[in-house]
């Protein structure tokens, strides 16, 4: 057998120290490279999804306030935020009953209002935000409702609520998505099934838990007590009976009590989905969701509900009845809101605080441009 002589050349030692010396600190620089391309990318990265808002300091110069003066229990008396709003220069319409607050939101900006804004809970906010977007004026809001949600997840303090007259002195102008059922804007979400047959029940505002226990019961015992709806589910499949449906304004993610459900962003384009398409045997009303099989969760830009009866909704927490088809859009960013400066929009996970942190500093570095 032949064996081919390989010849070894040898390398002078201090060539070869030079030589290795070379190669490591080469290999040194393009680490740095490499770590600082993956370190921009992953903070860009980040970014993106914890600061994704378009911001531009705005000074708005007639800004008008309608305040819903029994929302919250009465809370627009108790902080004084009519006169607080005056010493601002805001212009403020006391809702009264019977009054059309679309309407007066219509009025106020054709009377020259730059920026249109509502004191009062959730669904109230949703109707003059879709004001807003009509006349192409800013939103701001005030949270004066019992829970408002959508202000939570705004980022703005809904234990010191006058705080948020701030976006009026030294605001920001933030563009986030909003979401229509058959034209009707909603800032949070939309639900069906047992949570809207609660909503729809006489009593709900004076004991809501033990109303939605008893809707869920009810819907577990008879699959016919179930709302009729015609809804489609990832791949394909078709479901005649909505035990619960919920269409909201972005995802939410379960964040723990006293809230469970908060959404991480407000400008993805995507309207959040979750079914539960069966209800198991049991308890359900304190039934974990992981343990209900089948429980399903997407993400789409428009979704289409049929039915041969009016289809019940909670709305925001609104009690309301649409038409078949009921047609569910996201508009991307086409909603602009006026928040203090600084306001970050969006849950930021626990876990995620010290990187949110991290953020601050990579926008400061200039990192996050």
Same mark, same amino acid.
């Given at each position: ?84 709003? *005056?010493?601002?220069? $805001?212009?403020?319409?006391? !809702?009264? /009953?019977? #009054?059309? %607050?679309?309407? +007066? =939101? ?40 019992? *829970?408002?949600?959508? $202000?939570?997840?705004?980022? !703005?303090? /809904?234990? #010191?609520? %006058?705080?948020? +007259? =701030? ?59 179930? =709302? ?142």
């Amino acid at each position: 057998m032949n064996v081919e002589r390989v010849e070894i050349i040898p390398v002078e030692r201090k060539r070869f120290g030079r030589i290795m010396a070379v190669l490591l600190a080469a290999a040194f620089v393009a680490g740095l490279a490499v770590a600082g391309a993956f370190w921009r990318h992953e903070v860009r990265g980040l970014v993106r999804r914890a600061r994704p808002y378009t911001r531009k300091s705005s000074k708005v110069e007639n800004p008008t306030l309608i305040v819903n003066r029994w929302s919250g229990d009465g809370k627009a008396e108790k902080y004084g935020l009519e006169a607080a709003a *005056r010493e601002l220069g $805001v212009t403020t319409v006391m !809702l009264e /009953r019977g #009054d059309d %607050l679309v309407q +007066l =939101a219509h009025d106020a900006i054709s009377a020259g209002a730059d920026a249109i804004g509502m004191a009062g809970g959730d669904g109230s906010l949703g109707l003059v935000a879709g004001v807003a977007v009509e006349r192409g004026v800013p939103f701001f809001c005030v949270p004066m409702g019992t *829970r408002n949600h959508f $202000v939570l997840d705004l980022g !703005l303090d /809904r234990d #010191d609520p %006058l705080s948020a +007259l =701030a976006a009026l002195r030294d605001g920001e102008v933030i563009h986030i998505d909003y979401a229509t059922a058959n034209g009707r804007v909603f800032l949070n979400n939309v639900s069906f099934g047992v949570y809207a047959q609660a909503v729809h029940t006489e009593g709900y505002r004076e004991d809501k838990a033990s109303t939605i226990a008893t809707a869920i019961s009810a819907a577990s015992a008879d699959v016919e007590a179930q =709302a009729a709806l015609r809804y489609v589910t990832p791949g394909g499949r078709t479901h005649e009976r909505a035990p619960l449906l919920l269409v909201s304004n972005n995802r939410y993610h379960y964040s723990g009590p006293p809230d469970y459900g908060r959404r991480y962003r407000l400008d993805s384009g995507k309207l959040g989905i979750g079914a539960i398409t069966d209800l198991p045997e049991g308890d359900v009303a304190s039934m974990p969701l992981h343990e209900v099989r089948s429980l399903q969760e997407w993400e789409t830009t428009s979704y289409r509900i049929e039915s041969d009866e009016p289809i019940l909704a909670g709305l925001d927490g609104e009690a309301l009845q649409f038409e078949s088809p009921l047609k569910l859009e996201i508009h991307r960013k086409g909603l602009r809101v006026l928040v203090p400066a600084g306001t970050r929009p969006g849950y930021v996970p626990p876990g995620e605080v010290v990187a949110a942190r991290l953020l601050d500093l990579a926008e400061t570095a200039g990192l996050a441009e």
